[in-house]
């Protein structure tokens, strides 16, 4: 087996906002596994800020992993603990290279085009204009349940956004999910969630940063909003901390990001705590080009999924990957007569 990577730089459509700053491209990387003339691919995506991969050894960690699968080295012997994007990638490009290198990870009816994925709006931090402007075109295309980035604006303004939505569509018309990446004070978060809770909110991601336990663990059990745990999960690789944080903390739900939290592998260890505690949970992307996303996609529908997951993310670069993935509604499908081009991962 021969092992390499490339990379791209994915340029986005707009400025993407975050509580954590405004993005407006993201390198990502691919890597690739040959054996007999077919060619896996896995996507190595981080987030710059949230990711726990080392930026600076990043490319020498990648550069080491495909010299050692190159050398015979099993990939079960390498340690990617402290890089779980490299695992997610490489967890991929076997799984695509023992399927044949199609991209057909998991077929079944969502590869054959017969079923989409429930999936919510994403509707990122911006001026009051511009996230009005999107939770309008996110209703006019179909969707009923969008997620609102929230803790850049000023508070008020953003109860306000969340007023207007309410007078247009009620509860049970329109579902609304928040993420606010940790941006609450943990002194000030109950007082924050009690006013949101005024505009039928149906959860909140991360009010607080992560290790911040005490406080979060009064949240998840007084919070009028049930809370959903995100960037908690990043770095957790024990067992017993992935039960603490799930039977102590009590979250409502875990948002699964493999990327993040080190490939399909940690993320059943997750989904399988949260089932045997009666904690939901949904996947979200990572920011991936469509290579990521389609293993996503794939992924979660062979777990029967009953919840709208993060998977809208295809349409926010320029320069994605062009794939047989579409949004329709408020579902993503594969359409399995558009095909791949993967033109741009040729260097």
């Not at 015979?72 to 290198?101: C, K, R, W, Y």
């Not at 336990?213 to 908690?232: F, K, Q, T, V, W």
């Not at 089932?275 to 996503?296: C, F, K, R, Y």
């Amino acid at each position: 087996m021969k092992a390499f990577y490339t990379s791209i730089t994915l340029q986005f459509k707009f400025p993407a906002g975050t509580s954590r700053g405004v993005l407006n491209e993201k390198p990502t990387y691919f890597l690739m596994l040959e054996r007999d003339g077919i060619t896996g691919i896995g996507e190595c995506s981080t987030i710059p800020g949230l990711s726990i991969d080392d930026p600076d050894t990043y490319e020498s960690k990648l550069a080491e992993v495909c010299q050692k699968i190159s050398a015979g080295v099993s990939s079960q012997l390498l340690d990617l603990s402290g890089f779980p994007s490299i695992q997610f990638g490489l967890e991929t490009a076997l799984l695509d290279l023992n399927a044949g290198g199609k991209r057909l990870l998991f077929p079944g009816p969502f590869t054959e085009g017969t079923r989409g994925i429930d999936i919510n709006g994403l509707v990122w931090m911006g001026s009051r204009e511009f996230m009005t402007f999107q939770i309008d075109q996110k209703i006019k295309a179909g969707f009923r349940c969008i997620k609102l980035k929230v803790g850049s604006l000023n508070f008020q303004t953003e109860l306000e956004i969340l007023a207007e939505i309410r007078k247009k569509y009620s509860a049970s018309d329109l579902e609304i999910r928040l993420d606010a990446n940790g941006a609450f004070h943990p002194a000030q978060a109950m007082e924050k969630l009690e006013l949101l809770a005024a505009y039928g909110i149906h959860s909140i991601e991360q009010p607080i940063r992560p290790q911040h336990h005490e406080s979060m663990a009064a949240l998840c059990a007084d919070s009028p909003i049930p809370i959903a745990l995100d960037e908690e999960l990043i770095g957790v690789t024990d067992n017993a901390q992935r039960e603490y944080i799930v039977k102590t903390l009590k979250p409502k739900y875990l948002i699964i990001k493999p990327s993040l939290i080190g490939g399909f592998s940690q993320a059943e260890k997750w989904i399988a705590l949260a089932s045997g505690t009666s904690t939901g949970w949904w996947l979200t992307s990572a920011l991936e080009s469509n290579i990521g996303l389609n293993a996503l996609a794939q992924w979660v529908t062979s777990l029967s999924p009953t919840m709208p997951q993060g998977l809208g993310t295809g349409q926010l670069y320029t320069n994605n990957i062009p794939s047989p993935l579409c949004i329709e509604g408020d579902k993503l499908f594969y359409k399995p007569s558009n095909s791949w081009d993967l033109t741009a991962l040729v260097k």
